[in-house]
């Protein structure tokens, strides 16, 4: 009961803050032609909103939004498989968590890797960091199916991974006609 109301509570400040928030009418279709390509389209526009720092942003201001918040969210994930994988008794399970640990290990690095690439401008390398990031996502989803722990984590990681693939490849493909 408890954890429903924060949810509410959490929704409804993130509602006030997005109407209260004004973006600049290019940052709005641009966040809105990138998230009507992702399944939850909410949860790619509160990442978005909540993590501009200015009125207007460019695709390449998104870009560095998806692909940092996708590396903050992965790391998270991977503490709480970490974390879940020591407090587990159950030695198949363990051994669950173990390849999903594995798994995420790879998209910490690689998203490690995509940050060092979208500094230094390569775009390239970026959208092929990013891009290896989709399948340890799914392979820990089918290891751990619905565990309770690791079905939302693993949905948003994913969200945060396809709204990374899409930003770097919308990036690199305006940085070939400049």
């Given at each position: 009961m408890?954890?429903?109301s924060?949810?509410y509570?959490f929704?409804?400040?993130v509602?006030?803050?997005?109407f209260?928030?004004s973006?600049?009418?290019?940052?709005?279709?641009?966040?809105n032609?990138?998230?009507?390509?992702i399944?939850d389209?909410?949860?790619?526009t509160?990442?978005?909103t909540q993590?501009?720092?200015?009125?207007?942003?460019?695709?390449k201001?998104l870009?560095?939004?998806?692909?940092?918040?996708?590396?903050?969210f992965?790391?998270?994930?991977l503490?709480f498989?970490?974390?879940?994988?020591?407090?587990?008794?159950?030695?198949?399970?363990?051994?669950l968590?173990?390849?999903?640990k594995?798994?995420?290990?790879?998209?910490?690095?690689?998203?490690?890797?995509?940050?060092?690439?979208?500094?230094?401008?390569?775009?390239?390398?970026l959208?092929?960091?990013?891009e290896?990031?989709?399948r340890?996502?799914?392979?820990?989803?089918k290891v751990?199916?619905?565990d309770r722990?690791?079905?939302m984590r693993?949905?948003?990681?994913k969200?945060?991974?396809?709204?990374?693939?899409i930003?770097?490849?919308?990036?690199?493909?305006?940085?070939?006609f400049?």
């Amino acid at each position: 009961m408890g954890s429903h109301s924060f949810h509410y509570i959490f929704l409804l400040l993130v509602f006030i803050r997005t109407f209260n928030f004004s973006h600049g009418d290019e940052t709005s279709d641009l966040i809105n032609s990138i998230c009507k390509k992702i399944d939850d389209v909410a949860f790619c526009t509160l990442i978005f909103t909540q993590n501009l720092h200015q009125p207007t942003v460019d695709i390449k201001g998104l870009t560095q939004i998806s692909v940092s918040q996708s590396l903050i969210f992965s790391s998270d994930t991977l503490k709480f498989i970490i974390e879940s994988m020591d407090n587990e008794n159950n030695r198949k399970k363990k051994d669950l968590y173990n390849i999903c640990k594995t798994t995420y290990g790879v998209i910490v690095d690689e998203f490690e890797d995509a940050m060092l690439a979208f500094a230094s401008e390569d775009y390239r390398t970026l959208v092929f960091d990013v891009e290896r990031c989709d399948r340890p996502v799914s392979d820990c989803q089918k290891v751990l199916g619905r565990d309770r722990g690791m079905s939302m984590r693993n949905k948003r990681v994913k969200t945060l991974v396809k709204m990374s693939i899409i930003t770097a490849e919308m990036v690199a493909s305006e940085r070939r006609f400049l």
